[in-house]
């Protein structure tokens, strides 16, 4: 933040103390000529005498005055530019020297190092506290696949900045258009794991669940052409199934079908079947998450095991 308005401020003090102390002169010299009629009738004769000294060309005293004071005036303006680009100098390497950033204090971030999130909101010089762009800088760390939400503040003396960041949270990986994407909730993909950040976050994203079936497949005709259209319809179905309530179990992969269903695989339970779901609003998503759990129980007190459990049917399950 540059304080343009000082050298201004400096400026128009000088033109206003010029042009106030040229206006209080004349009101002066017009009050001490205000003399008495006795004397002015005395000084008659002296004033004639002198008359070329008090007069040039015709020209009373006050007019002459008044545009010496003018034309003061009109020197002082011209000379405005020029002295104020002398203050905003001299402000400048003010500024630079006393009021440069000491320190810069990041956190929320756990997955994107502090270096990269430097080099994106350009501090890794850190600036002056008056020229930090705050609102410029956290529209570049918005821009970041990784950070939901910033904030930027700063501090004087200590002359510091402090950076917040909230970043996303993957949900899930998608097979995308050739790529493996993180999702988060939203829908959003952040980033391939072609060029992970870290290897802390190849260890994290090893155990988000997988949603496949959204690229096309040769000779495979799908209910919705684009990829596009298949991720958001994928997305938005598995958006209701964790609002009525979630799957009893954790999940290692998703299947968007051909025909719209999603198969579910889960995690690390051996000889578990496969659920088929087809659900279009939230109360047919909670009945199929009731009628889950009803069959898994059955099996478990049966002590039977199924391949595959069919609840894509509004009010029935289909054990195979």
Do not use: C
Not at 16 to 39: M, N
Not at 60 to 79: I, K
Not at 159 to 166: A, G
Not at 178 to 196: F, N
């Amino acid at each position: 933040m540059r304080l343009n308005w000082l050298p201004s401020l400096v400026i128009t003090a000088v033109v206003a103390g010029g042009l106030g102390a040229g206006s209080a002169y004349l009101q002066r010299h017009a009050a001490s000529t205000q003399t008495s009629s006795a004397e002015a009738s005395s000084t008659t004769a002296l004033l004639q005498q002198t008359q070329p000294i008090a007069e040039s060309e015709g020209a009373p005293l006050n007019s002459q005055l008044r545009t010496a004071f003018d034309e003061l005036g009109v020197l002082t303006l011209q000379a405005y530019d020029e002295v104020r680009n002398v203050l905003e100098r001299r402000w400048e390497r003010l500024a630079a020297n006393v009021f440069r950033v000491s320190s810069v204090r990041i956190e929320g971030n756990y997955r994107v190092p502090d270096r990269v999130i430097l080099r994106s909101a350009d501090l890794l010089i850190p600036p002056s506290v008056f020229e930090a762009d705050l609102q410029g800088r956290r529209e570049q760390l918005l821009r970041m696949p990784w950070i939901a939400e910033a904030t930027i503040e700063t501090d004087i003396f200590p002359n510091r900045i402090l950076l917040t960041v909230k970043e996303k949270e993957p949900w899930l990986v998608a097979e995308y258009e050739g790529h493996s994407w993180l999702v988060d909730r939203s829908g959003t993909l952040i980033e391939t794991l072609t060029a992970p950040i870290n290897a802390e976050l190849v260890l994290e994203m090893s155990e988000l669940p997988r949603l496949g079936g959204l690229d096309a497949k040769e000779n495979v005709q799908s209910f919705l052409r684009s990829p596009n259209a298949r991720f958001e319809y994928a997305i938005e179905t598995l958006r209701l199934l964790e609002l009525a309530g979630g799957l009893p179990f954790a999940v290692e992969r998703y299947e968007l079908l051909p025909q719209g269903a999603i198969r579910v695989s889960a995690l690390d339970l051996r000889g578990a079947p496969e659920i088929l779901l087809a659900p279009t609003d939230l109360d047919s998503a909670q009945t199929a998450i009731r009628q889950l759990g009803a069959v898994l129980s059955d099996l478990t007190q049966r002590n039977e095991q199924a391949r595959e459990i069919d609840l894509r049917y509004q009010g029935q399950a289909v054990v195979r």
